[in-house]
């Protein structure tokens, strides 16, 4: 530790923190720019000047920047000196030379990190009195609106974009009072984070270009606590409501999951909660009363009830990898676990089982997605992680900077001096090692890449295993290459700090699963109990939390109903369509009398139902979901929806009760009841309860409030229906209230915190105030709870044996799903923006493959697939094997298995 | 007095080529070095020799050389770059020695290389320098074909390659740090110091950059030793010669080489010739445009890097730009503000945002427009955008001519406001 002074005052520190971190972790307001948690030190705006004293005598001292200057034992400096306060008040000054009188017009305002560092510095009267420069804007995609004019060069957009996200199209342009940030000329941002961009930048250059076009000031949002509904990582999110609408959603900073970034997908993909295919009315689309109108809440309750009496036994119940744990739950009780079934085919219920079972029996532990940036040698098998679950790519691209940085730390460059420290590294890239059967974006990180098809990808993973760990099964007939790489890949995982085997069930391949789970394994025990660890990906953000509720999947769902088993299916918040391909869609529900489906969106399943009740999706509901680490993590809704839309488990609730049940869930209340059965069913699911506190929960004697206390137009807003004012909902399910009435002082427990403010701070820079060490878990302990924990030497067993080798065939090509961040997503798709940058429908070859064919870029050519036939146009991919041909997963119309197996390929 | 610099220098500036170098004695410092001297005794004969950097800077070379990491752990390879981006405004001493005698920089830079044990060099030359270009070329390949450079010279072993690099063409690559980050292909921006490029230089590598003039003294420093070269100042600490220039309303404007020293006087009046007619000597800024002015009660003082500093200059490059008394100061000054804050690089704020507002004011004021109030900001920028604020020296240097303008013109400026045009203007 060291002993610094600052104005007088004596505080030990860590010597290996600069200034600027550890004036802000004391709570010193001390204003800067371009320094940033997540990106480091480059003294490039001097807003964060402080006189430094060379000891207690000397009374001149000189300016230095503090995030320039280390916290090393000794240290005298002064922020309230007469001089630096003034220097930083001319930094403000020369910002504003430019800076546009926008405020009343630019989106930021409100949230606005300049306006803040204005005020803190006290600069108030313009002085300048010649002309500003100004620029054109640049039209960069969907997601981003683009305003140079209010550019302040902190350069922190290009150090997030290019040297943080890899990304390439953004750069610095021009030199003097004239830099530009841009692309070299108009089109859509290419990287996968671009979304950051918003709340990475200061001031309003770069700002969000869907909630533009619903946009609302900060003050008059409703903000709720919430978790992404995009991929299996739960991203923690900030959703924001205004007039009964989703406008945007934001980070909430969770540093052992996302950290201060969300991926584009989970930042723009929200807008499907705003689409015309929004169910917010009970419909009958099918059966004896069809009709589009819509029916009572009260008598939709009543005819499901009728429904469910009528079935008794003869009824079955589909979930959800997309509902809450909750939802999902209310459905097993209310057909019974022997009724219950996944809605996911039979091959992914096999890969999410087949995760399950590793995290359960270990003895590698899965670790956080935060930790994942902390590795420094990484084995990844398959995933394609920038599209699948972008922010473990990010993550990625993080460790693959520890080793080479960790060496240049050796020459003496602190931890904190990014440029320094990335200028000594230069392209060096730690042993990151990736099998993948197309190129990926992580290629550039990687020390070696290898494209293979999924079995020899498993193999690989196997033969890692076995040069870590003789014990392990040998692979037959491993080429001499992929030993000598698996030797390679071994060396450095048994070597190194943290290392880390990722996999995930996108390629369709158990075998990869498991080859990840033995590689880790056979880590860990070379490595005589130091970590090793492993992280596996799922589809859906409840993917994992479905399998722990265990039951059965569709295709066991199928095969009931078509031996005539059943006259009542009951579907939670699934596309069958969708999960299983039309063909078996369609099977299914014709194959049962009567259809009930939850849904909040019109799909394919939702038409065939006779009848459908409207549910909540994530803002208007609230619920648990588990990721893909196994951590349950509670959201929250934002609003009260329209309509008689409700959560899942509610409409299922009052069925319960109108069929006349008493046992679960007609029992339940609120969310606390459904947890806590959640609990007493399933006790490996109890510490879900504690992923947030109670609706009983009290801070100060208060709940906490949604709303702001500049909140406008609460009696206004409904005025146009009714003149009486509205009384505010209560939320029996949170310790939240929708008004700004609530506890406004200390901060509240972390799952529960979205109003991250202090004093001064009205930006996302708040998150400073709210964490014990800045980049740190937040103060009471970041949200969310670990469920699964290994059972330390719970197995005994190699998983063998490992597959045969690929080997192509005469006449068909082996399929594997390619996935899009923006397209293979259900609900994400349905944002106008992510749907515009979505594929067609496609059939991906190598260039051999396709010459073999005679077929060029962009021909039809026919595939069978489940069954059925399907035209789709050549994409030529360099970087196929040959004999492999990659379908892109879950576009809208082109059902693509988990496992697509093969095909032949013909001319039409 | 001896010539270091200049002896092969002819009058049509035309270079001796190789042949005629070495019959003029040339190479036979990089010879000495290979064949007698230890890389760190080279070092040390350099820094004993009081060879202070020229390209203003002023730091022992020989000393700078000492802080590269050398034995056979030291990372590798190392760099020895040459700083020929000269762009200071009122500086060309470095293009007289590219043009006339390229082989003396050829062979400083080979013996500095060797003395830090750099496998490579780089010589960064400024793009508006074609001649230079064009002669330093022919001088390198040269030196290769006859062994002087490449593999295993003149049988030592020692391995040197030297490329020729033409800078993209801002000041800023003139700056040692915003020069390697150009040679590296990246935007001329400064780093920040430490790590210093003896550390973490190009590429992450061992670097040494110094200046032409500074490395074309290292040849004879090695020939004839250190005291031989501190011998050739006797007036001065600083050994050796200096290359000053003058520029402006003087008789003859050029270049001299003089013992490091010689007074401000004997530069203009002497060797320059003094003031054309008609016109008196105000003021004159010594060391390119960075630097701040004397006065004619300064004339006497001795242009080293100790003397100037005395009276609130420096000698910087010791180029001197000349100011009479029929030249309006303002204008001069805001000519001089106009450059530096098109040049500056935009990476910190002081200088990206502040210099051009210094420059507009110094406009304003020239051009009968000037308000009051406006002297005490110019004199406040020159406060905020002093040493330590910004990132680099680049502001620092700017504000150092108007501060001192300011300082010593301050009834000029006044009468451009209070009278509401420059009292230069005739019409």
């Known amino acids: 530790m060291a002993r610094i002074w600052i104005d007088g005052h004596e505080h030990e520190v860590d010597p290996d923190r600069n200034l600027l971190e550890v004036c802000l972790e004391l709570g010193y307001d001390l204003p800067y720019f371009c320094w940033h948690p997540a990106l480091g030190s480059v003294g490039a705006c001097r807003q964060c000047a402080v006189k430094q004293f060379k000891d207690e005598n000397d009374d001149e001292g000189r300016i230095v920047m503090a995030c320039m200057t280390a916290a090393a034992d000794g240290t005298r400096i002064s922020i309230t000196d007469p001089e630096a306060h003034e220097f930083r008040r001319s930094i403000i000054e020369f910002l504003m030379v430019n800076h546009p009188h926008d405020c009343p017009v630019c989106d930021e305002g409100g949230e606005c990190h300049l306006q803040d560092m204005t005020v803190m510095t006290g600069h108030d009267y313009r002085a300048f009195r010649f002309d500003k420069r100004t620029h054109r804007n640049q039209d960069l995609g969907p997601f981003i609106e683009h305003e140079m004019n209010r550019c302040i060069a902190c350069y922190r957009c290009v150090r997030f974009y290019d040297d943080y996200a890899g990304g390439k199209d953004l750069r610095a342009l021009g030199a003097h009072d004239h830099v530009y940030f841009g692309r070299q000329a108009d089109g859509v941002l290419e990287s996968e984070f671009s979304g950051n961009l918003v709340e990475v930048c200061p001031t309003g250059v770069f700002t969000d270009k869907t909630f533009k076009r619903h946009y609302s000031r900060k003050w008059d949002l409703r903000t709720a606590p919430s978790v992404c509904a995009h991929c299996s990582l739960g991203c923690n999110t900030l959703v924001n409501e205004r007039y009964g609408e989703l406008r945007r959603i934001r980070t909430r900073y969770n540093g052992a999951v996302n950290g201060y970034f969300l991926c584009d997908r989970g930042r723009f993909g929200y807008d499907f909660a705003n689409s015309e295919r929004r169910i917010r009315h009970t419909q009958l689309p099918q059966g004896p009363d069809a009709q589009a109108r819509a029916v009572s809440a009260q008598e939709a309750a009543d005819r499901a009830g009728r429904l469910l009496r009528d079935a008794d036994e003869r009824i079955l119940g589909i979930g959800s990898p997309r509902a809450s744990l909750e939802s999902n739950l209310a459905l097993r009780c209310l057909v019974g676990p022997a009724r219950f079934h996944a809605g996911v085919e039979a091959a992914q219920a096999q890969l999410d089982r087949a995760v399950l079972d590793v995290l359960r029996h270990g003895p590698a532990r899965s670790c956080s997605l935060g930790e994942v940036g902390r590795c420094d040698a990484v084995l990844i098998l398959g995933e394609d992680a920038t599209q699948t679950a972008p922010l473990l790519a990010l993550a990625l691209r993080q460790a693959a900077r520890r080793q080479p940085t960790a060496a240049a730390r050796q020459l003496g460059i602190p931890g904190w001096h990014e440029h320094a420290l990335r200028e000594a590294v230069q392209n060096a890239t730690g042993p990151i090692y990736l099998a993948s059967p197309a190129a990926t974006r992580l290629d550039e990180i990687a020390r070696k890449v290898v494209r293979a098809a999924p079995e020899d990808i498993a193999r690989l993973g196997f033969a890692v295993a076995q040069a870590l760990d003789p014990a392990a099964p040998a692979v037959p007939e491993l080429a001499p290459q992929a030993g000598a790489l698996a030797a390679e890949i071994a060396e450095a995982l048994a070597t190194a700090e943290h290392p880390l085997v990722v996999a995930g069930t996108s390629l369709g391949s158990e075998a990869v699963i498991r080859a990840a789970a033995q590689a880790a394994r056979a880590a860990a025990a070379r490595r005589e109990g130091r970590p090793a660890e492993l992280f596996l990906t799922l589809p859906a953000c409840n993917s994992l939390g479905l399998a722990m509720l265990g039951g059965g999947d569709l295709d066991e769902a199928l095969a009931r109903v078509e031996k005539g088993d059943v006259d009542t299916v009951l579907v939670l918040e699934a596309d069958l369509h969708r999960q299983a391909g039309p063909a078996k869609a369609e099977q299914l529900l014709a194959g049962a009398a009567h259809v009930i489906v939850l849904d909040h969106l019109a799909t394919d399943t939702a038409a065939r139902a006779e009848l459908l009740l409207p549910c909540a999706p994530f803002a208007e509901g609230s619920g648990t979901w588990v990721n893909n680490e196994g951590r349950a993590q509670r959201w929250f809704r934002a609003f009260v929806p329209d309509g008689d839309v409700q959560d899942g488990w509610r409409w299922l609730r009052d069925a319960a009760r109108a069929a006349g049940r008493k046992g679960h869930p007609a029992g339940w209340e609120n969310l606390d009841d459904a947890l806590a059965a959640l609990g007493r069913e399933l006790p490996e699911l109890a510490p879900a309860a504690q992923a947030a506190p109670s609706a009983g929960f009290l801070q100060v004697g208060q709940r906490l409030p949604r709303a702001t206390h500049r909140y406008s137009g609460r009696t206004a807003m409904e005025a146009d229906r009714t003149v009486h004012e509205p009384k505010p909902p209560q939320d029996a399910d949170a310790p939240l209230t929708f008004s700004m009435e609530g506890a406004q002082g200390p901060p509240p427990p972390p799952a529960l915190a979205h109003d991250f403010w202090a004093p001064g701070w009205n930006s996302v820079q708040a998150f400073n105030r709210f964490q014990e060490e800045i980049a740190g878990p937040l103060r009471g302990g970041d949200p969310g709870i670990r469920l699964i924990e290994p059972a330390a030497g719970s197995r005994t067993d190699w998983f063998t044996p490992p597959p045969r080798a690929f080997a192509r065939r005469q006449a068909s090509w082996r399929l594997v799903p390619l996935y899009h961040i923006h397209g293979s997503e259900e609900l994400s798709s349905l944002a106008p923006g992510v749907a515009s940058l979505a594929p067609a429908p496609y059939l991906a070859l190598g260039p051999g493959d396709a010459a073999s064919l005679q077929v060029a870029d962009g021909d039809e050519v026919e595939i069978e697939l489940g069954g059925r036939k399907l035209q789709l146009p050549v994409r030529l991919r360099p970087d196929l094997p040959a004999g492999v041909a990659g379908l892109p997963s879950g576009l809208p119309g082109l059902y693509c298995p988990a496992d697509p197996g093969w095909t032949e390929i013909a001319k039409p | ?427």
Request: with cysteine; glycine share 12%; charged share 25%.
């Open chain 2, 1 to 427: 007095m001896e010539k270091v610099l200049t002896r092969n220098i002819r009058d049509d500036r035309q270079p001796p080529d190789l042949k005629a170098y070495v019959k003029a004695g040339g190479y036979q410092g990089l010879r000495r070095a290979l064949e007698e001297l230890a890389p760190q005794e080279v070092q040390k004969m350099v820094e004993d020799a009081q060879l202070r950097g020229r390209g203003g800077a002023g730091f022992n070379a020989g000393k700078k050389w000492s802080f590269v990491p050398m034995g056979p752990d030291a990372p590798r390879p190392k760099y020895l770059v040459c700083n020929a981006d000269e762009m200071e405004p009122g500086s060309f001493k470095d293009r007289l020695l590219l043009e006339g005698d390229p082989h003396l920089l050829v062979e400083g830079m080979a013996i500095a290389a060797y003395a830090i044990q750099a496998s490579h060099a780089w010589l960064f030359l400024r793009w508006a320098y074609k001649l230079c270009e064009q002669r330093v070329r022919h001088a390198v390949a040269e030196a290769y074909a006859a062994g002087y450079l490449g593999r295993n010279i003149l049988g030592s072993g020692y391995d040197l390659d030297l490329h020729v690099h033409i800078s993209a063409g801002r000041y800023m690559c003139g700056e040692e740090t915003g020069l390697l980050n150009a040679l590296e292909g990246r935007r001329a921006t400064p780093r920040s110091k430490p790590p210093y490029p003896q550390v973490s230089g190009l590429w992450g590598k061992p670097t040494v950059v110094n200046n032409v003039e500074t490395l074309c003294n290292v040849g004879p420093i090695v020939t004839h030793g250190s005291q031989w070269f501190l011998d050739l100042a006797p007036d001065s600490q600083d050994g050796g010669t200096k290359l000053y220039g003058v520029s402006g309303r003087v008789r003859r404007p050029g270049l001299w080489e003089l013992p490091m020293g010689t007074t401000l006087r004997e530069v203009l009046f002497e060797h320059a010739g003094g003031m054309l007619d008609g016109h008196a000597f105000r003021g004159a800024i010594p060391g390119g445009a960075s630097t701040e002015f004397m006065l004619p009660e300064h004339l006497d003082v001795r242009l080293d890097f100790d003397g100037p500093p005395q009276v609130g200059s420096r000698l910087g490059t010791g180029t001197i730009i000349v100011l009479d008394d029929q030249r309006c100061p303002v204008a001069m000054l805001a000519n001089m503000e106009k450059f530096f804050a098109q040049e500056s690089c935009g990476w910190c704020t002081p200088c990206r945002d502040g210099l051009p507002w210094a420059h507009k004011l110094l406009v304003a004021i020239e051009e009968g427009r000037g308000r009051a109030g406006d002297l005490e900001r110019l004199e406040s920028m020159c406060r905020l955008l002093g040493p330590g604020r910004t990132f680099c020296a680049l502001a620092p240097g700017a504000v150092e001519p108007l501060q001192s303008g300011l300082k010593y013109f301050r009834r000029d400026f006044e009468r451009h406001i209070t009278e509401g045009r420059c009292p230069w203007r005739t019409s």
